[in-house]
T-cell receptor
Framework: DVKVTQSSRYLVKRTGEKVFLECVQDMDHENMFWYRQDPGLGLRLIYFSYDVKMKEKGDIPEGYSVSREKKERFSLILESASTNQTSMYLC?????????????FGSGTRLTVV | DAKTTQPPSMDCAEGRAANLPCNHSTISGNEYVYWYRQIHSQGPQYIIHGLKNNETNEMASLIITEDRKSSTLILPHATLRDTAVYYCIARVTGNQFYFGTGTSLTVIP
């Protein structure tokens, strides 16, 4: 089975801290994604990547950046954490092509910024 | 890209069929309909997808209307473990999925 592993299940950080959320997948998937999930808003796409060193903005990239130095790892970076970034963060990966249904999600990281 | 509309919540009695509707009136000819579900505190899980024809797998059935403007996900014998948020997606731009707010299904004992 494809596994997408997010490094932390729960995280508490202080306002202004630089925060790294790590995601690793073990099935050689080309595509990786970061979403955040908030009550009443569903899942919103932050950034995605189709290949190493490539990145594309999703719907809500402001306040975030990403890094994909290796195919299996996709990092989400909060340069200066703020309280409005308190949320559940979900990483996903998939193969190409575009009709492939094999989006596999990690279990999520619940980030609280205080 | 097609927008989808789902009811925010539904209840279903345990053992009965759960029928979850989705409207996607602006779907284009090459856009698939996908269904995912998210059980509390977990990441979304793929259920089923289809283009034109009805589809069935071990988890569910997907009924797509002939004009493709709507679809229904059917869980034939709902169990308590089917309580989850169900997402219908008919919008694929490149490789990324865009999720809406889904339908919160509660299976009642």
């Amino acid at each position: 089975d494809v596994k997408v592993t997010q490094s932390s299940r729960y995280l508490v950080k202080r306002t202004g801290e630089k925060v790294f959320l790590e995601c690793v997948q073990d099935m050689d998937h080309e595509n990786m994604f970061w979403y955040r999930q908030d009550p009443g808003l569903g899942l919103r796409l932050i950034y995605f990547s189709y290949d190493v060193k490539m990145k594309e903005k999703g719907d809500i990239p402001e306040g975030y950046s990403v890094s994909r130095e290796k195919k299996e790892r996709f990092s989400l970076i909060l340069e200066s954490a703020s309280t409005n970034q308190t949320s559940m963060y979900l990483c996903a990966s998939s193969r190409r092509p575009r009709a492939s249904p094999d989006y596999t999600f990690g279990s999520g990281t619940r980030l609280t910024v205080v | 890209d097609a927008k989808t509309t789902q009811p925010p919540s539904m209840d279903c009695a345990e053992g009965r069929a759960a029928n979850l509707p989705c409207n996607h009136s602006t779907i284009s000819g090459n856009e698939y309909v996908y269904w995912y579900r998210q059980i509390h505190s977990q990441g979304p899980q793929y259920i089923i997808h289809g283009l034109k024809n009805n589809e069935t797998n071990e988890m569910a059935s997907l009924i797509i209307t002939e004009d493709r403007k709507s679809s229904t996900l059917i869980l034939p014998h709902a169990t308590l473990r089917d309580t989850a948020v169900y997402y219908c997606i008919a919008r694929v731009t490149g490789n990324q999925f865009y999720f809406g707010t889904g339908t919160s299904l509660t299976v009642i004992p």
